[in-house]
């Protein structure tokens, strides 16, 4: 589907506009009303001007739309600017950030086949990793991200496709994206990346050598806490092999509503993340030193301990940070709920300022061993910094701490 002819893009082919410009105007639809603001098309299917037109379109011979579960056009606006923006060909939108992580991961294998991943995961990818799959006879093995070897080490010869996730949640370990690819394609397999915690503005995985790129849209890309979304990204051909048909065939579908509402935060993307990132910083470097604190992961501090990875592959440090208050699970529990600011919840990349306590909450399941082997202690906390004032929510965490 090509982007509008009277819109600004194609009025001068040859410029090439800068991210941010390409956020709010790229692969816009527009429709016979000329409408600025791009348009909820809330409809399910679309008519035929005569029946051989339907057969032409079922055929694949008339571009166009055929039905909402394939495509919608508020959605393929959404896919294509996401597309752009990722450095991708082609994307499926999808209507969670969990049903991208598995149309991806199903898309590229079938009973036989191996997948690696690193074990520092979103605890739903995980169970789709090391639960779901097995049961449809695709092995996974699961290896510490950050340890070359261990990828490298864990291939065989059915292995198809390497999952990672990075900056990795809760605990912001990184893994080196390039190396990774390198150990992959030399196997004969791809990369997926979920690439949720850096943002699309802080980490470009496909320049890096990754195949897949998956995101849950529900985070920084609506940014304000509204709908649920997700996609998946690559070039066409890696689309329309793995991709394209299990989306169209199985019903992932994102809904024009949301899709709608991702396009309206694609344009305040960069501005909310750069704040956020921003913010986050500041609240990272107020919080190192502290008496209380004993441990503070972020990925955009010199002491990290992947910072030289970081360097190379990430051009800012995201809006997460993590730290381990001293007296376990009491202590964090007496932070949290001495907060005014920053609230209780388990979601992240939203406006409001979010704090979760991983051991109770997303990786409560495991075992105590999993979660002591990713560094999940009792007294770990997951702080997604919004866009209140870096002060406000500095001031919040300063006084919370004071009274654990
Ligand atoms: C939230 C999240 C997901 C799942 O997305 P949903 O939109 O909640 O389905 C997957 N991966 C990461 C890293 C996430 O943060």
Redesign the pocket.
Known sequence: MSSDSKSSDSKSPQRQFRPETRLVHHGILRSQFAETSEALFLTQGYVYENAAQAEARFKGESPGFQYSRFANPTVRMFETRMADFEGAEDGRATA??????TLALMGQVKAGDHIVSSRA??G??LYVVEELLPRFGVTSTLVDGTDLSQWKNAVRPNTKTFFM?TPA?PTLEVVDIAAVAKIAHDAGATLTV?N??STPLWQSPLTLGADCV?Y????HIDGQGRC???IVLGSAKFIQDNIHNLHRQTGPSMSPFNAWVMLKGLETLPLRVRQQTDSAGKVADALAAHPKISRLIYPGRADHPQADVIKRQMKGGSNLVAFEVKGGKTAAFAVQDALQVVRISN??GDAKSLITHPATTTHQRITAQARADLGITDGFLRLSVGLEHADDIIEDLSIALEKA
């Open positions: 969670t950030g969990m049903a991208a992580v995961l979103f739903s990818c996730e949640n979920d949720v915690f998956v849950s849209t529900t985070k649920l979304g997700g979601n992240l």
